[in-house]
């Protein structure tokens, strides 16, 4: 049975629900060597800013129990360069591009935003507040309301009308439902979540951190459930606001299970580094899991955990019978 | 990042399920054979392969990454790699059995550059650095090249391939710390007499990174170009992650953080500021308060001083040789038959060799 994957984000409606995850799909071509581009809901690119960026020192990467620290740093060449050479490759394979921005102060946002708004084939602005605010003592943008409404109103503003702007979401935070709350507010049309999480690992043979940078960003599997709970949370204080789910996703199941929670999209990441056609695969799954459970479409099941009656109004009479 | 772009699809390498053929110990390391054709047919020496570990449900997110170090014709095409088990998910690797099938990507990186013109070469490994030197040596004797060996380790089981060196080399040279094979001491305590005594046109080396870089700065006083595969440790080793990145000059002079897997793992030594490694030097692209400089970068060759570290820019007087094209190296060969007498200074020679990977 033929499951209807379409999913929408904001106005924009897309073929189905799986996308790449920010930072770990590079701009494209190098995943284009192992997938078609065109083929999933859309392609999230790294992080762009406004100028070029080295990152941190190495070791920027260390492994953990079903996941991984890293700590880049944002290192790309800027949006000029994004905007010559990315972009209109993207564009020419017949990718949905998600252009993921970067920036130090909400000016450099919204600079971005206008200069995105500009450029052919961009799909929709992810926007990435994990970053240092500079003009607040280097505070993460996304572990306050205020600073995280100011980043989003101000790319609302420079963004072209008809450009979907999706806030990324820190998990690192008290009441992610609050910030959640404050994006939309100042104009998100949709919510990615999670970021990675904040983690360290020490080297017991050198008795020092294992990253240059002593701290970084925890993904993989390992924070699977704080997604869920993270969009289980912002779902429930949110039910009208689409949400981009990721974190830790490695196969189909992991995408319904996350979609289950209230993601109208799923994002792979982590999982690209040992199998980069992994979102083909998962979007393979995610049709025979929804299959298998009488599904017909993927609408009928964005946050169904959340409403034990509809269970069963949605799935179909025979897995209905064998619930019961 | 670099301005390179991806090699077109045909060329690049692919992701196979491949079918263990062997796994057999080679002194202190491990040898696996893997059926995977299409690897195998579009393999070049210095491209690596990269593996994920610990089956479907592993808690080992990180692909692992090895130099292969053969391909053989044999049941449709099978691709060898040498590693040695030192983590969990390398001891895993080392207990897969035939029929086993692991995830792969490859061929990836960048192979070495091959003189068009026989030359006089010097393979120098250290540890199982010396595995991706053995299908070059093939490759450069079928150019009609000489082909010296000089490896190192830290015993003679660390040194890989010296029967085989010995036997299909002009010469081999074998250098171990602790004197069980060969002479004792360093790769690095053997090279100008191995360069002396083989005319060295060209050298290539693969090993850890003191290794290399000590190379790097010998081969420099000779005047010989030297190609390094360098091992940075890489989490996807298909260029999405960005944490192999060494600080590499390009041929504009700049110097940018290069991903090791994309753009290397095959540098030109004097391209890698080996003394800026696990930093961000002040003047990469992209750097701390770092601008663009169209001026500097446009008039820099020439006048451009030596950069902090003392290591001068691809701009630089005899630096500039030629791209990463396959002539690189033959442009470097020319007018260096004879190597300048340089007394060889000690500086900071005296790391373990041995530990690659």
Not at chain 1, 249 to 259: F, K, S, Y
Not at chain 2, 85 to 111: H, K, S, Y
Not at chain 2, 150 to 166: D, H, I, N, P, Q
Request: hydrophobic share 40%; proline share 6%; aromatic share 4%.
């Amino acid at each position: 049975m033929a499951v209807d994957l379409r999913s929408r984000l904001g106005h924009v409606e897309l073929p189905n629900p799986i996308m790449t995850a920010s930072g770990c799909a590079g701009a494209g071509r190098e995943l284009a060597q192992f997938m078609d581009v065109s083929r999933i809901g859309a392609f999230v690119t790294k992080s762009v800013m406004l100028g070029p960026r080295s990152g941190r020192p190495t070791p920027r990467m260390a492994e953990t129990p079903s996941g991984m620290l890293n700590s880049i740093g944002l290192q790309g060449p800027g949006v000029d360069a994004f905007l010559q050479r990315d972009l209109p490759w993207l564009l020419s394979r017949g990718a949905r591009t998600v252009v993921s921005i970067a920036g130090s102060t909400v000016a450099e946002y919204a600079d971005l935003a206008a200069r995105l708004s500009d450029g052919a084939g961009v799909t929709a602005i992810e926007v990435n507040l994990s970053c240092p605010n500079v003009e607040h003592r280097g505070q993460v943008f996304a572990a306050s309301p205020e600073d995280s409404a100011a980043v989003i109103g101000a790319v609302r503003g420079q963004a072209r009308y008809d450009l979907p702007v999706l806030a990324k979401l820190s998990p690192d935070v008290t009441d992610v439902a609050a910030i959640a709350k404050s994006c939309v507010s100042a104009g998100a049309d949709g919510l990615s979540m999670i970021n990675t999480a904040l983690g360290m690992v020490i080297d017991t043979d050198t008795m020092r951190p294992q990253l240059a940078s002593m701290t970084g960003g925890l993904s993989g599997p390992a924070i699977r459930p704080i997604a869920v709970r993270c969009i289980w949370q912002v779902r429930e204080a949110l039910p009208g606001v689409p949400i981009i789910g990721m974190g830790g996703v490695r196969t189909g199941q992991d995408a319904l299970e996350l979609i289950l929670a209230g993601a109208s999209m799923v994002s792979v990441g982590t999982t690209l580094f040992h199998d980069p056609s992994a979102c083909v695969r998962i979007l393979r799954e995610l049709e025979e899991e929804l299959s298998a459970r009488g599904v017909e479409r993927l609408a009928d099941v964005i946050g169904l955990a959340q409403q034990p009656n509809a269970v069963t109004r949605t799935l179909s009479p025979t897995v209905r019978a064998r619930r019961i | 990042m670099t301005q390179s772009d991806m090699p077109d699809a045909q060329a690049g390498p692919v992701q196979v399920r491949g079918t263990v053929l062997t796994v057999r110990r080679v002194d202190a390391y491990y040898a696996m054979t893997l059926v995977a054709p299409a690897v195998a047919a579009r393999f070049r020496p210095g491209q690596f392969i990269s593996l994920a570990v610990g089956g479907p449900d592993t808690s080992m997110m990180l692909s692992r990454a090895f130099f292969i170090h053969d391909v053989r014709a044999d049941h449709g095409g099978t691709v060898e790699f040498v590693f040695a088990a030192r983590g969990r998910g390398t001891q895993w690797l080392a207990e897969r059995r035939a029929r086993d099938v692991l995830d792969a990507v490859g061929p990836l990186g960048r192979p070495f550059p091959q003189p068009r013109d026989p030359a006089n070469c010097l393979l120098i490994g250290g540890g199982y650095g010396s595995a991706p030197l053995f299908a070059l040596a093939t490759r450069l004797r079928e150019r009609r090249c000489e082909v010296d060996f000089l490896l190192g380790g830290a015993s003679g089981e660390r040194v890989f391939g010296a029967l085989t060196a010995r036997r299909t080399a002009r010469s081999a040279t074998i250098t171990t710390e602790d004197g069980s094979l060969g002479s004792r001491g360093l790769v690095t305590d053997m090279l100008d007499q191995v360069i002396h005594d083989g005319r060295t046109d060209v050298i290539y080396a693969c090993g850890p990174m003191p290794m290399l870089r000590q190379v790097t700065v010998l081969a420099r006083r000779y005047d010989i170009p030297v190609q390094v595969a360098a091992e940075e440790a890489m989490a996807c080793g298909t260029g999405v992650c960005m944490t192999c990145v060494l600080p590499v000059i390009g041929s504009d002079g700049i110097t940018r953080m290069t991903r090791s897997c994309v753009d290397g793992p095959v540098f030109r030594g004097e391209q890698v500021r080996w003394d800026d490694i696990g930093t961000i030097p002040f003047d990469a692209f992209g750097a701390p308060g770092w601008e663009p400089r169209a001026h500097r970068a446009q008039g820099r060759a020439g006048a451009a001083g030596p950069a902090p570290d003392g290591q001068p820019h691809a701009g630089d007087g005899d630096a500039t040789a030629g791209g990463r094209a396959d002539g690189a190296v033959t442009d470097r060969i020319a007018g260096n038959g004879k190597p300048k007498a340089v007394p060889i200074g000690r500086g900071r020679a005296a790391r373990r060799l041995g530990h690659g990977g």
